[in-house]
């Protein structure tokens, strides 16, 4: 006999993304708030804040209703953070 | 350690967060010019425009996060397709534009703004009284638009909601609400590359862009929940008036 938590139904893209953009929110403000007095951890913060967008993208990816043509567009602008981050280090020289 | 170096960045980003959730603003329209024109009053040392513009990107990628999560939590506001479809224009206009940051001067970087602030407000009000309805089709200056919107986030450390608001609501044909929004999520990819570029070159100034980013997650968060309430009209009007303030401010302290 399956429990109720087997029982309910999967949350939807947009309520698990909701769920990632809270808990990322969370740790960034928590890890902001910290910076203000320890600064090293103000890269936490900033961290948080890289990586939520970042991962929300991933799980729109896997999702299956989505088009391939999203997927492409997902990617297109994952190469284009990855160009920002190497031409940012290419000006640090 | 001054206090005011912390607290001035930190209302600065309430401010921000909470006008740029309710207007689908990455914040930026009001971090740069507020840390500029006021920041020599309040700070121990006044911080240059790039450094503003640097650390104001990371406050608009941290509106980006928090008015999604309050718009995420309602539902059905923002479209999925067309921000994931239309991010990497921005995202590479992004990259463009915070390589312009590093060449221009500042009184050109500034002028640009402030025209730009003025065009953003001439369009919502010149569309006040249009009907709110989806378009079957985007029209074929949308892209180009929304490359545009990417470089002036990068360039001024904008979100670039003030020309992709308009662009996505006038030209793409999404409603005000989704358009506002859909443009707060596909800010965070934006936002990602351009503060990317200033992280990694080691322009970011962590204290500073820390305490805007706190003070911005804060308000956004706030605001986010009122913003559906607010009727569309006066969220135009709001957003018009604060860019066209903004825009003469800045043209009063570079040119006069």
């Known amino acids: ?93 | 350690m001054n206090w005011l170096d912390v607290l001035f960045p930190l209302f600065t980003g309430l401010l921000a967060g909470g006008l740029g959730a309710m207007l689908g603003l990455g914040g930026g329209v009001v971090v740069v010019p507020t840390m500029e024109l006021l920041g020599g009053q309040f700070l121990s040392s006044p911080h240059t425009l790039q450094q503003i513009i640097a650390a104001s990107q990371l406050g608009v990628l941290s509106v980006a996060v928090a008015s999604s999560a309050g718009y995420l939590t309602k539902g059905g506001f923002v479209r999925f397709q067309t921000a994931y479809s239309l991010a990497p224009l921005t995202v590479f206009g992004g990259i463009v534009g915070s390589l312009l940051l590093l060449v221009l001067e500042p009184k050109l970087i500034a002028t640009v703004f402030a025209v730009l602030l003025c065009y953003t407000a001439f369009e919502l009000i010149r569309g006040l009284n249009k009907l709110d309805i989806e378009r079957p089709e985007p029209s074929q200056f949308a892209k180009p638009a929304l490359i545009f919107g990417g470089m002036m986030s990068g360039l001024l450390g904008i979100g670039g909601g003030t020309i992709q608001v308009p662009v996505l609501n006038l030209l793409v044909g999404l409603p005000f609400r989704a358009a506002v929004a859909t443009s707060t999520f596909m800010m965070g990819f934006t936002a990602i590359a351009n503060a990317s570029i200033q992280i990694a070159s080691g322009k970011l100034e962590p204290e500073l862009a820390g305490a805007i980013a706190l003070g911005i997650l804060i308000g956004a968060r706030i605001s986010s929940g009122w913003a559906t309430r607010v009727p569309v009209r006066t969220l135009k009007l709001m957003f018009s008036a604060l860019v066209l303030y903004s825009a003469f401010d800045l043209i009063r302290k570079y040119w006069f």
């Open chain 1, 1 to 93: 006999m399956k429990s109720k938590n087997q029982q309910s139904v999967t949350p939807t893209l947009e309520q698990q993304l909701a769920r990632v953009f809270g808990l990322g929110l969370s740790a960034a403000i928590l890890c902001l708030a910290i910076g203000v007095v320890i600064r090293p951890v103000v890269w936490l913060g900033i961290a948080a804040l890289v990586l939520v967008p970042l991962i929300g993208a991933t799980l729109v990816w896997q999702d299956k209703t989505v088009q391939q043509s999203t997927r492409v567009s997902i990617a297109l602008a994952f190469f284009g953070v990855l160009c920002a981050v190497l031409i940012g280090l290419f000006l640090r020289r």
